[in-house]
């Protein structure tokens, strides 16, 4: 996780709403792929590349006299490119030793607060984490005794000099604060490791990292006012966001421990529906459209052959045939063959199955016993089970 610079109650509903949303995925524009990992832009990111070229733009002036003001602008303009690059860097320090742990990284997106490489579960152990956690700050810090040595090799191209002592400087900053002991922070998660490893709990790990980055947020968001009040508006607005993310993504993280807390000895055929759209393999996509789509508002549907699980449509499948053909295509020539589909059982754990969906990006299951289709858990049918309990007092 970096922020670009150094709310709400979170519960077990909204932590798994939050994953939901994560696997359904936000509109983001991918720019690169590197290692087979993408690299996307979220709109917000160029509001701060807006706002970090207009800012080395003003202040360069001051320290370096004399230039054309485009010179200004454009030196601004690289050095923002060059410090989000940075930021990738960082984001891609980390990928670099979760992939060699087994841990696949859906994307690095940069948002308004930075980056942050999505990782599609968590470490096995607290070495694993330690290691990845540690990854991103040294990768910072590699930049910055770059950037410093750059800075001193063009050291007779004045831009040169302006934007690499900048980038130096900016890039230890990240690499300090993001060693800061709370989550979501790097620093935070060397924490939990470090708590993990002590008690042998993830959850409680988890836990104590996110106490100690609501903690920090406090601190940041505190710090800004003092700042405010001073007369450094801009400044103390900044590091009230960056206090209000914190805290955010802090208290999401402390939610999913009690989700996993409150599931931890939950099984899929406690939480599953046997309610599930279910349609024969010869039906055609015209009809399914009618009377399962339009009619019943559904948007998924298994389908079945003799009893059993043949395969899976979604309207995903559905959209790729044109109007037009689809009285003439039945949905077993578009749908998702049961040999390609995730299935899980009545007795697998809650926790093993939203890991499944996770990895393969989907919302919900089958729950398949012998080739036979007995049901379906999905996050909503989960959120449902949680809702219960949590009316119950269990």
């Known amino acids: 996780m970096t922020p670009v610079a150094a709310t709400g109650r979170a519960s077990v509903e909204t932590a798994l709403q939050r994953s939901s949303a994560r696997a359904a995925g936000r509109a983001q524009i991918e720019i690169a792929r590197i290692w087979g990992i993408g690299i996307t832009v979220h709109a917000s990111w ?34 923002a490119l060059l410090f989000f690059s940075s930021v990738v860097v960082h984001e891609l320090g980390h990928s670099w030793v979760a992939l060699r742990q087994g841990i696949p990284i859906s994307r690095i997106a940069l948002f308004v607060f930075g980056g942050m490489a999505q990782m599609q579960r968590e470490p096995a152990s607290p070495a694993a984490e330690f290691r990845i956690a540690l990854a991103g700050p040294l990768a910072s810090l590699g930049l910055s005794v770059v950037f ?66 609501r903690l920090i947020s406090a601190a940041v968001m505190t710090g800004g006012v003092v700042l405010a009040l001073g007369g450094e508006v801009a400044g103390g607005v900044w590091l009230l966001l960056i206090g209000w993310f914190l805290e955010n993504a802090a208290a999401a993280t402390q939610a999913e421990a009690g989700l996993r807390a409150a599931l931890r000895d939950v099984t899929v055929a406690q939480a599953m529906t046997r309610e599930c759209s279910r349609v024969a393999r010869d039906l055609t996509l015209g009809q399914l459209v009618r009377d399962e789509v339009l009619g019943a508002g559904r948007r998924c549907f298994f389908v079945i052959d003799g009893g059993r699980l043949a395969g899976l449509v979604t309207l995903s499948e559905v959209k790729r045939v044109p109007p037009e053909r689809r009285e003439a295509i039945k949905v077993d020539e578009v749908m998702v063959p049961a040999t390609r589909l995730a299935v899980v059982q009545p007795g697998d754990r809650v926790l093993a199955a939203l890991q499944r969906m996770a990895d393969g990006r989907v919302a919900q299951l089958p729950v398949v016993v012998d080739g036979a289709l007995l049901g379906m858990i999905g996050r909503e049918e989960i959120l449902h089970y949680v809702r219960n309990r949590a009316e119950l007092g269990l």
């Open 148 to 213: 410093a040595v750059a800075a001193i090799a063009g050291h007779e191209v004045a831009p040169v000099t302006a934007s690499a002592l900048w980038l130096a400087h900016m890039n230890l900053l990240l690499a300090l604060f993001n060693l800061v002991p709370g989550f979501p922070l790097d620093g935070g998660r060397m924490l939990r490791a470090g708590v993990w490893h002590w008690t042998k709990s993830f959850d409680r790990a988890t836990e104590v990292a996110s106490i100690a980055g």
């Open 46 to 79: 160029f509001i701060v590349f807006a706002l970090v070229t207009w800012s080395v733009a003003a202040d360069f002036p001051v320290e370096f006299p004399g230039w054309a003001p485009w010179t200004y602008w454009l030196t601004g303009a690289l050095t």
